[in-house]
Nanobody, 124 residues
Framework: QVTLVESGGGLVQAGGSLRLSCVAS????????MAWFRQAPAKAREFVAT????????YYSDTVKGRFTISRDNAKNTVYLQMNNLEPEDTAIYYC?????????????????WGQGTQVTVSS
């Protein structure tokens, strides 16, 4: 059973940057698509970015496209989310998720393994 642990969240001013990490243990992520989702207070969890098993294909939500970059290092069993030009609207708990198969997806139901989340707060 794979366990995912996110880190790298924190408090940052608008316009700043953060890099989130998601380290997997208990299994390899190399054969799996991965994704980041986020959930703001009183809102539903929403898709942010996804990457295929080898990192050759990525997809982003319109709200983060051009500002966020998802990447992975399979040798380190880790997925990253580089977040630049952060806005107060990006404030949320960010979750890492693993899919059972190699190919990217954007729906919550497509991902069966989730981390506990890391808080990102962007002040104006």
């Amino acid at each position: 059973q794979v366990t995912l642990v996110e880190s790298g969240g924190g408090l940052v001013q608008a316009g700043g940057s953060l890099r989130l990490s998601c380290v997997a243990s208990g299994g390899l992520i190399s054969g799996h698509a991965m994704a980041w989702f986020r959930q703001a207070p009183a809102k539903a969890r929403e898709f942010v970015a996804t990457i295929n098993f080898e990192g050759s294909s990525t997809y982003y939500s319109d709200t983060v496209k051009g500002r966020f970059t998802i990447s992975r290092d399979n040798a380190k069993n880790t997925v990253y989310l580089q977040m630049n030009n952060l806005e107060p609207e990006d404030t949320a708990i960010y979750y890492c998720a693993l899919r059972d198969i190699k190919w990217i997806a954007t729906r919550l139901a497509d991902f069966k393994t989730w981390g506990q989340g890391t808080q990102v707060t962007v002040s104006s």
